[in-house]
């Protein structure tokens, strides 16, 4: 699915119609913690999720960012996805 995202400084975005799904994320130095995602019911299962974080992961190497995973969804897509793991710090429950 290609989404476009919108980068807030707080959170990465998708807007669909009226709904919003969001990857939230802060950085402290080098560290780019993702710890809140959302998909409203009616857009989950469409892939939304993963064009966020996947936006994230991206984000990341792009900035020369590591990744902390503190929320279960990016958990998941990097043990589903493990060609990421590299850009991980701490472990992946």
């Not at 064009?51 to 992961?57: A, N, P, S, V």
Request: aromatic share 12%.
């Amino acid at each position: 699915m290609k989404s476009t995202v919108i980068d807030t400084g707080e959170k990465f975005i998708i807007q669909h119609q009226d709904e919003q799904s969001y990857l939230s994320y802060r950085r402290q130095g080098n560290v780019l913690e993702f710890y809140n995602a959302f998909v409203p019911g009616p857009l989950r299962g469409k892939g939304y999720a993963k064009d966020l974080i996947l936006h994230g992961m991206h984000y990341a190497v792009l900035n020369g960012l590591v990744v902390q995973a503190s929320h279960p969804a990016v958990v998941r897509f990097i043990q589903l996805n493990r060609e990421w793991e590299y850009l991980t710090i701490g472990k992946l429950n």
